[in-house]
């Protein structure tokens, strides 16, 4: 199995659903408080896209067994996939939307950080360096990189601040499909793994944590959770490789990256 190169009209929805998904990040910003429930959250997003957007909450209703919900809300030590529900933020915690919408079949993923009132300096720190982890990975993206030079920029950026990233779950390639080839861990040795070439759509996530890398999947079958109950970060754009460099498909507004970068 090898990476779908995607056509000018696939790209041009993976546009589309790329924009949708970073809208509902900022849309949902200002409802990210002290006392509201994930499910909320949750709902608010699944009005939003299914109501706004005319799209689908690709998480709802995926996998076995299936996802109950339409975003995942991972809060504090939860890694990913965490199950929106009726526990109510609290001053302090740190949150992780993940949200992907489906547009005219293809999906837009990507996913933010959120802060309820005051964070702590700790995991003021663990959110900023995650983010910049993938910023670093995705300002190398272009054809000839290999996959092994993005997750080796996370993994020593991420260990160099005396975190460690978590190996069970990576980013994925994606289209018409929510989780395509290739896979895209966030560790790894330069000059290995899959070639990148134009035309390729993935994900980069870096999941990435205060203690150590270990992970346990709670009952549910879903949530993530660190093992030693350390807090937990994580940042997702979907990219497509162009050309000559990159493009961020779910860049959103509040951020100081450009859309599109290219090397000469």
Known sequence: ?????????????????????????????????????????????????????????????????????????????????????????????????????????????????????????????????TQESLYKAIKMVKPGVRLGDIGHVIQQYAEGHDYSIVREYCGHGIGASFHEEPQVVHYGKPNTGEELVAGMCFTIEPMVNAGKRYSKILPDQWTVVTKDRSLSAQWEHTLLVLEDGVEILTLRNDEEIDRIIRHS
Not at 34 to 47: A, F, P, R, S
Not at 68 to 94: A, E, M, Q, R, Y
């Open 1 to 129: 199995m090898s990476a779908i190169i995607k056509t000018p009209e696939e790209i041009e929805k993976m546009r589309v659903a790329g924009k949708l998904a970073a809208e509902v990040l900022e849309m949902i910003g200002p409802y990210v408080k002290k006392g509201v429930t994930t499910d909320e959250l949750n709902q608010i997003c699944h009005d939003y896209i299914v109501n706004e957007q005319q799209g689908v909450p690709a998480p709802l209703n995926y996998g076995h067994p299936p996802f109950p919900k339409s975003i995942c809300t991972s809060v504090n030590h939860v890694i990913c996939h965490g199950i929106p529900s009726d526990k109510k933020l609290k001053d302090g915690d740190i949150i992780n939307i993940d949200v992907t919408v489906i547009k005219d079949g293809y999906h837009g993923d990507t996913s933010k950080m959120f802060v309820v009132g005051k964070p702590s300096i700790l995991a003021e720190r663990l959110i900023r360096v």
